[in-house]
């Protein structure tokens, strides 16, 4: 799954957990990772849902203003179903965790 550049930073910190589709039918699967810079994306599941279903809610729930600003960007191609994606960000192996400052 692409995100768009400025979504990129609150997918990997774990903020955003859903993204908006449209598609002509679906492109990834549950349980399958896909490459992301900084780590991968694994799908917790996928939904058909309609237009009434994308409220302002769910677009800050997937990092956008509101509504319009989320469709300007979930259409690819000649798509015309919507997919609601719930996935999680999952950090490559043996990346060691932020230090953090020792207590004074």
């Given at each position: 799954m692409m995100f768009a550049k400025r979504l990129r930073d609150g997918v990997r910190r774990g903020e955003i957990t859903c993204?908006?589709?449209?598609?002509?039918r679906p492109h990834v699967k549950v349980g399958n990772r896909y490459p992301?810079?900084?780590g991968a994306i694994e799908v917790d599941s996928i939904?058909?849902?309609?237009?009434?279903?994308?409220?302002?809610e769910l677009a800050r729930a997937s990092g956008f203003l509101g509504v319009l600003d989320?469709?300007?960007?979930?259409?690819?191609?000649?798509?015309?179903?919507?997919?609601l994606v719930r996935f999680h960000f999952v950090p490559p192996p043996n990346v060691p965790k932020p230090k953090t400052a020792p207590n004074r």
């Amino acid at each position: 799954m692409m995100f768009a550049k400025r979504l990129r930073d609150g997918v990997r910190r774990g903020e955003i957990t859903c993204s908006v589709r449209i598609w002509t039918r679906p492109h990834v699967k549950v349980g399958n990772r896909y490459p992301m810079e900084g780590g991968a994306i694994e799908v917790d599941s996928i939904e058909p849902i309609g237009f009434p279903d994308i409220t302002p809610e769910l677009a800050r729930a997937s990092g956008f203003l509101g509504v319009l600003d989320l469709l300007k960007v979930a259409k690819h191609g000649r798509g015309e179903k919507i997919y609601l994606v719930r996935f999680h960000f999952v950090p490559p192996p043996n990346v060691p965790k932020p230090k953090t400052a020792p207590n004074r």
